[in-house]
C-alpha cells in the first residue's frame, strides 16, 4: 500500500509540478495475492486531469524469480489535488489523450468521478458530526 501511493505520488507531483495532496483512495483491487520474496513493478499514470485534480492509474505486478514474465495483481486509480503554499487548490496543466487507449483511461477515469459523488452522498451521514468517543 505504502509503495503504491508513493508511486501514484511521484507521479502526480511530476505532472503538477507543485506540492499535491491525497484527495481519493479507493476501490483497490487486489485480484491475486503477492507472496513474500517476489519481485515487484508498479506503474503509475496520468488518466485524467480535472481543474486542480490529477488521477493516477496504479497497477501492481509481480514475478518470483523463477518466472520471466509479470502478473498484474492490483490495479487502482488515486486522485491527488495540486495545491500551493497555503494548502489550497490550484489549477493543473491539462493531460489530453493521444490515442484510442488514453481515451478509454480518460472515459474510465470520468465514470469513476461520477461514481464517487454517489459514494459520498451514501458516506455522508457517517462523516459529518461524530467525534469518535
Ligand atoms: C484536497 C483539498 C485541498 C481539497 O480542498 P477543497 O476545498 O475540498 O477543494 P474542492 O472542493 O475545490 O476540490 C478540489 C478537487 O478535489 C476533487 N475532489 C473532492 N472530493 C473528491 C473525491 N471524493 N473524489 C475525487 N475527487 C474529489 C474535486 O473534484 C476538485 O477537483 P477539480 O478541481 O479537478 O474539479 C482538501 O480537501 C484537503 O486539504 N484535504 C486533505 C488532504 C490530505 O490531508 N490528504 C492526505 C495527506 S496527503
Redesign the pocket.
Known sequence: MKWIDQTAYTCARNWAETYC????VGGIRFYKPISIGEVIKINAYVIYT????IHIAVDVYSRNFSQKDFEKKTHCVI?F?S?DEQ?H?IKVKKWVPHNEHEIQLETYAKKL?HM?EQI?IEMKPFIEGKSGD
Open positions: 495532496v491525497t484527495v481519493y480535472g481543474n486542480t485534480s486522485v489535488v495545491v494548502g487548490p468521478n464517487r459520498s
